[in-house]
């Protein structure tokens, strides 16, 4: 028996494989001197996964299938997602773009990428590729944006395909590892069906420094293994399928999960816990001269810093097809392999909650850079609270009893940048940031990070309601910092420069006078980050109603909405009573706003400054959005549950 198989070729299988020789696929590219045709390419991604849940990894999931196509392949140890949750993530992945570049990294935001960009099938099929998706899209992007499936559903399959002879490209993605797995009596099912060596019981877990010791994360994380037992079924599944329509020689089958694990810490955080996933690459024999960089073999365990990005360059690279330029993402297996020095991560609003903060790994150190250093440790979404983690997390904070691994929960601010050496700690919890020795480090790994962005144009540093209006302006996200011709891609370098200079000023601890230029400059998104720095200067010092309450009231009247509703903000968290009742007024007009991305910038800082704006409460609860706006929605309906909460509070009072 061959690895992952079920059982070998059969003779029918090697009749189906002369006959795949056989038929009229000279036009294809070969994948290297000497295969006779393209390989057929398998995806299996799970979600809401750390690589170090699995058997093969060295976890504590009972995981035989993933096991053994991990013994027969190659497994990456230093493999991670483009941003630590789903719809960025999957945006990489489709593009081998990353997120920041196009647009796409804030959740459900719908960016457009500019039309050369489509989809890893279009391109395979354009190759001579049948391409299947089962059945999660996800991408973050328009509907114009141009996937390029042959099939996507519930049904979809390689075995559609009308011409059997014709190499495919199918991908399985599969659901029951989501964190969603965690709510209410979700995982049940799938857990009650697992074979006794795969259950796992809540007085046999490890919890990690990072979480309280309590029944309610010890029978979490039990249940996240075991929902991982289950997915490893789910593989094998596929994996016979394969076997026994006689395919498992001419495939190359790759398997990953879209990022960290679907709990605190993991999902959504800039983490080793959020951002490094499982990739297991199987390459048939037939295809022996698909290696890493520098020539070693398809086998074994690879120490290669990966992108999820890069796995469609990498299935390019292994069909024989050009891998297009405007690709940023690298082969990491095949004739045109590359070895990277590092990988970047980011994250921006996650659903509602506000959010930008970007990552870059090497081999061994991770440095974070937070942009918005205000957000408190707990920053998780309202729809994260259907874990039970979360509430556990919240009450030990509440009773005091957190441990000092949990520390990142309850912290009330964040530091400008911080930096782990994840060999020697691999939890994390030592910032080295400041220490003397890590110096080199911080500094090297802190210019790799800016010198990307700007290489990149990282469209993070546009608040939303710029983004997307001058992307509707300009086609797209991308078009906006490459308008096309020199003349105007140098003026858009140097408003990029100017841009980046004041967003990254803003977490350096500088005083409000600091920003006093940038208030005025004539660029809006200068103006934006200016009235941030003022605002957080004025509430680190406790200035209520010092030097930067009446600049941050003369902003009120600028004219970019997303300025004013930044000062209105933070003149509400600072306390300045004298412009308390004139940053109401601005909030309660932008929240009407015709532009939904102001609308929901004004809503969430309503929603963020919490008692401050009560006066607006029973305004903001008479607003009805459609689907189209969900977190507006939301937004709105965490309103109302407030004000019905301290309505019921008032009533019963004596």
């Excluded at 959740?107 to 989809?119: E, K, L, S």
């Excluded at 010890?218 to 289950?230: I, M, V, W």
């Excluded at 010092?541 to 030097?547: C, F, H, V």
């Excluded at 600049?551 to 009120?556: D, M, N, R, T, V």
Aim: charged share 25%; hydrophobic share 45%.
């Amino acid at each position: 028996m061959r690895g992952w198989q079920a059982g070998g070729a059969s003779a029918s299988a090697r009749l189906f494989a002369r006959r795949l020789v056989a038929v009229a696929l000279a036009c294809l590219p070969a994948l290297a001197a000497g295969a006779d045709r393209p390989p057929n390419i398998l995806w299996i991604s799970a979600e809401d996964l750390s690589a170090d849940t699995l058997g093969c990894y060295g976890g504590p999931a009972h995981t035989p299938r993933l096991d053994a196509l991990a013994r027969g392949g190659l497994r990456f140890d230093a493999a991670f997602s483009a941003a630590p949750v789903c719809a960025p993530s999957r945006s990489a992945i489709i593009t081998g773009v990353m997120p920041t570049t196009l647009g796409s990294l804030p959740m459900r935001c719908r960016a457009t990428p500019p039309p050369f960009v489509v989809g890893l099938p279009r391109l395979l099929r354009d190759a001579g590729y049948y391409c299947t998706n089962n059945v999660k899209t996800d991408y973050n992007f328009a509907r114009s944006f141009d996937a390029g499936w042959h099939e996507s559903s519930g049904k979809a399959h390689w075995r559609m395909r009308p011409d059997k002879a014709q190499p495919f490209f199918a991908v399985f993605n599969f659901t029951v590892t989501h964190e969603s797995g965690l709510f209410g009596d979700t995982a049940a099912e799938p857990r009650r069906q697992l074979p006794a060596e795969a259950r796992r019981g809540a007085d046999g877990v490890r919890v990690p420094p990072y979480y309280p010791d309590t029944p309610v994360v010890r029978e979490s994380l039990a249940a996240r293994q075991e929902l991982a037992a289950a997915l490893d079924v789910d593989v094998g599944r596929v994996l016979d399928e394969l076997a026994a329509d006689g395919l498992a020689d001419d495939t190359i089958v790759f398997f990953w999960g879209d990022h960290g694990e679907g709990i605190p810490h993991g999902k959504r955080s800039l983490t080793e816990h959020g951002l490094r996933v499982p990739l297991l690459v199987h390459v048939p024999p037939r295809f022996g001269s698909a290696t890493l960089p520098g020539g070693g073999p398809a086998r074994g365990a690879s120490a290669t810093l990966v992108s999820l990005m890069d796995l469609g360059p990498t299935v390019l690279d292994l069909a024989g097809a050009a891998i297009p330029g405007w690709m940023e993402g690298k082969s990491f297996l095949g004739s045109h392999a590359v070895v990277r020095d590092v990988v970047v991560g980011a994250r921006d609003r996650m659903d509602a909650a506000p959010g930008f903060g970007r990552t870059v790994r090497d081999a061994r150190r991770r440095y974070v850079r937070n942009f918005l250093p205000w957000i408190a440790g707990d920053d998780l979404p309202e729809y994260a609270d259907g874990v039970p983690i979360t509430g556990a997390l919240r009450a030990a904070r509440q009773a005091g009893t957190l441990p000092a691994g949990a520390a990142w929960f309850s912290r009330p601010s964040r530091p400008a940048e911080e930096l782990y050496d994840t060999a020697a700690d691999p939890h994390e919890l030592r910032d080295l940031a400041a220490h003397a020795a890590a110096q080199s480090d911080l500094l090297r790994l802190r210019e790799s990070l800016r010198s990307w962005m700007r290489t990149t144009r990282d469209t993070g540093i546009l608040p939303e309601p710029i983004l997307r209006r001058e992307a509707a302006r300009a086609g797209s996200e991308w078009a906006i910092f490459h308008p096309g011709d020199a003349a105007a891609d140098a003026a858009a370098l140097a408003r990029y420069d100017a841009i980046l200079a004041a967003a990254w000023e803003v977490a350096e601890g500088h005083s409000a006078e600091s920003f006093a230029a940038g208030r005025a400059d004539r660029e809006p998104a200068v103006r934006y980050w200016a009235a941030c720095g003022t605002g957080w200067a004025a509430v680190r010092a406790g200035d209520a109603g010092g030097s930067a309450a009446e600049p941050l009231a003369a902003l009120l009247a600028d004219p970019e909405p997303a300025v004013r509703v930044a000062a209105a903000g933070w003149l509400l968290r600072s306390g300045a009573a004298a412009s308390r009742a004139a940053a109401l007024d601005g909030l309660a007009a932008e929240m009407r706003s015709a532009e939904p991305e102001v609308r929901m910038a004004a809503l969430v800082t309503i929603d963020g400054v919490g008692a401050a704006a009560q006066p607006l409460w029973k305004d903001v609860a008479a607003l009805e959005f459609d689907k189209s706006e969900e977190y507006s929605r939301r937004t709105v309906e965490r309103i109302r549950r407030r004000l019905a909460g301290d309505n019921a509070t008032a009533a019963g009072a004596p």
